[in-house]
């Protein structure tokens, strides 16, 4: 299994900015969980954003209302789309797999497979 993230950069305090992440080696109807998560410098990594199998969407409190995920199963692609971007949104985002029912979504410790990550950079 291989997670390819890209779309990262950096972008003024409101704008917007679309990740994506390729999933290989496996589909999302047969991953349990695929998820967004971020890391500052610093900091720990911590929980963005999650998509089950079945299609329900969580996503975390400080990006709830700002960031949306969506998903082509065609082109086996997550997308991240965040909207009025803060500077403490500024990290490393990577998107993670977990193929197998169990954990909790919000728990790095939950997901098996992790792409390389993309920085996004947010300035005031």
């Known amino acids: 299994v291989q997670l390819q993230a890209s779309g990262g950069g950096a972008v003024q305090a409101g704008g917007s900015l679309r990740l994506s992440c390729v999933l290989s080696g496996r589909t999302f109807s047969s991953s349990s969980l695929v998820a967004w998560f971020r890391q500052a410098p610093g900091k720990d990594r911590e929980f963005v954003a999650a998509?089950?199998?079945?299609?329900?969407?969580y996503y975390g409190t400080s990006v709830k209302d700002r960031f949306a995920l969506s998903r082509d199963n065609a082109k086996n692609t997550l997308y991240l789309q965040m909207n009025s971007l803060k500077p403490e949104d500024t990290a490393v985002y990577y998107c993670?797999?977990?193929?197998?029912?169990?954990?909790?979504?919000?728990?790095?410790?939950?997901?098996?497979?992790w792409g390389q990550g993309t920085q996004v950079t947010v300035s005031s």
């Open positions: 998509t089950r199998r079945s299609g329900m969407m």
């Open positions: 993670a797999c977990r193929p197998y029912t169990g954990g909790d979504y919000y728990e790095v410790e939950s997901y098996d497979y």
